[in-house]
């Protein structure tokens, strides 16, 4: 799996990493986590606003921070 976190490095793009952290060890998985700061590679997900969440290249959430049960969720689904 693999998961990047769309943003600018602002706060709350190192909250959601942060999060995403969480959620994937209370799920007890593994997966390549990274951020990605270049505009031009934000903007090729149709990102909308920052901070965005992609999982296995698939845009889930942009706009704001989730919960780490909220991307929990979205991990199961995969």
């Known amino acids: 799996m693999n998961i990047k976190i ?6 709350n793009c190192r ?3 942060q999060n995403t952290q969480e959620a ?3 799920l007890e998985m593994s997966a390549d986590l ?8 934000m903007m090729s997900y149709g990102i ?6 992609v999982i296995d290249e698939v845009l889930v959430s942009s706009g704001r921070v989730n919960t780490v049960k909220e991307i929990a969720d979205l991990l199961q689904k995969k």
Do not use: W
């Open 6 to 11: 769309l943003g600018p490095g602002c706060s």
């Open 15 to 17: 909250v959601l990493f």
């Open 24 to 26: 994937l060890k209370s």
């Open 34 to 41: 990274e951020k990605v700061e270049d505009y031009a590679q």
């Open 48 to 53: 909308l606003g920052t901070p965005g969440l």
